[in-house]
């Protein structure tokens, strides 16, 4: 077994746990998302030794349900470590061949360049495991000494989640982006840090528009991703950015969705272009006012963010309560008044708190949950709209923490209000948000 979800991982070499091995179902992977399918004849050394490694890995992983995998080179051995629930686990240490094995076999199912091992590549495998379809996501980044990291996030496709009302976001917030995506103008921002689910949020917000009313376009690098009824718009290697809208704008696309805004002249040129056309793009962040901070401090022009940028939307994710499993309790009347909550309200929910000094046996688990108390996460969603408030702080540089008490005057969703919200319909525990934000 790669994956032990105890205090400790396991050494790959003492892996010979063939018991375990002969009940697990391996993982069918079914081509790459781009299409460009590997000859694995042509690769057979590399077949023979990371196919069958890298089969169980993921395997492991998706029966833990794991929904993000990484391995991380550490000199004289690579480190394996996955994500359940965002809650990391370590795994195992194995010896960097065995490692890179698995790492340019995965990348060469995922249609990518295994004689590349200097540049950061990008894409992802078709798959099947325990007959449900899922799309593995590829991300390999050079480190030091010549080895790669590679960090893998799987999806599965019968939970999918990329339209506004799987995320979760309320009527209002829907409103608000038909609203600026009829107008044809404005840009709207999705930020967050990293593995937060900032792209599935942009791409919801794409998907919260009209597509048979509006013309929807994307000059974003899909990764293989097919949104209904938008079109990818190609690019010319010759193009920069600013070329590729004006080819756009001919077009008459009246939506259009850009890879994540991290160079100054390629968010300026949006800015300007959003005089006449809606865009939609993406920006590391902490939140939604931090990402206004940031998005000024990289433009310096904050009459054009002014002008031009409408909504900001944030995503924090939390682990949603085992259904199975979940404790009611009567709440304090006093703890209600003081978290926001009505004070009538009956019964809130939390995961079970066995007792310290039992050890439970395995087959005491919640099967569900595997023990957590928690299965799945579910977003808590801020948006600041740039209204004449909000516009008058950018003008006179103001920075996230006034821009977040300007937010909670007007009465804009937060994540706070959000996530009371979650915990008031049972769906999360106030521990769990309370570890959220913490993290």
Excluded: W
Aim: aromatic share 4%; glycine share 8%.
């Amino acid at each position: 077994m790669i994956f032990g979800m105890g205090k400790g991982g396991r050494d790959y070499e003492d892996d010979d746990d063939d018991d375990e091995e002969d009940d697990l179902d391996f993982i069918l992977f079914k081509g790459a998302l781009n299409e460009n399918n590997p000859d694995l004849s042509a690769n057979g050394r590399l077949v023979q030794a990371g196919l069958m490694p890298a089969k169980k890995l993921i395997s492991e992983a998706l029966a833990r349900r794991a929904d993000t995998v990484r391995i991380e080179p550490k000199g004289k051995f690579a480190a394996v470590s996955c994500l359940v629930d965002g809650i990391p686990f370590p795994a195992a240490k194995m010896p960097p061949p065995a490692a890179n094995a698995i790492i340019q076999m995965l990348k060469l199912l995922a249609g990518l360049d295994i004689t590349k091992k200097t540049i950061k590549q990008s894409g992802g495998i078709n798959a099947e495991f325990d007959e449900v379809d899922h799309e593995i996501r590829i991300d390999s980044t050079p480190v030091q000494g010549g080895a790669e990291r590679l960090l893998v996030h799987v999806q599965n496709l019968k939970e999918k989640v990329e339209t506004p009302k799987d995320l979760g976001f309320s009527e209002e917030l829907q409103d608000k982006i038909r609203e600026v995506g009829s107008s044809k103008s404005g840009l709207m921002l999705a930020v967050g840090p990293p593995m937060s689910g900032t792209t599935t949020v942009s791409i919801a917000m794409v998907r919260g528009i009209d597509a048979y009313m509006y013309s929807i376009a994307s000059l974003a690098d899909m990764q293989g991703r097919d949104l209904p009824h938008i079109q990818v718009f190609e690019t010319k290697e010759e193009d920069d950015l600013e070329t590729s809208i004006r080819r756009t704008k001919r077009a008459d696309v009246d939506v259009l969705f850009v890879d994540p805004l991290t160079d100054a002249t390629e968010a300026k040129a949006v800015l300007e272009a959003a005089q006449s056309q809606s865009f939609i793009a993406e920006m590391p962040a902490k939140d939604a006012a931090d990402g206004i901070e940031r998005f000024v401090a990289l433009v310096k022009d904050p009459k054009l963010i002014a002008k031009s940028l409408r909504l900001v939307v944030s995503q924090k994710l939390v682990r949603l309560l085992c259904k199975s499993c979940r404790h009611a309790y009567r709440p304090n009347p006093k703890l209600l008044a003081k978290i926001g909550l009505p004070t009538d309200t009956k019964k809130l929910y939390r995961a079970p708190r066995p007792d310290e000094d039992e050890e439970l046996d395995e087959d005491d688990l919640c099967e569900d949950c595997g023990g957590t108390g928690y299965r799945g996460r579910i977003g808590l969603l801020e948006a600041i709209e740039l209204t004449d408030e909000i516009k008058k702080l950018v003008l006179a540089g103001a920075d996230a923490a006034a821009i977040r008490a300007k937010v909670r005057e007007l009465g804009m969703q937060s994540f706070q209000t959000d996530g009371i919200r979650v915990v008031g319909e049972g769906k999360t525990s106030l521990e769990e948000l309370q570890r959220a934000f913490r993290s």
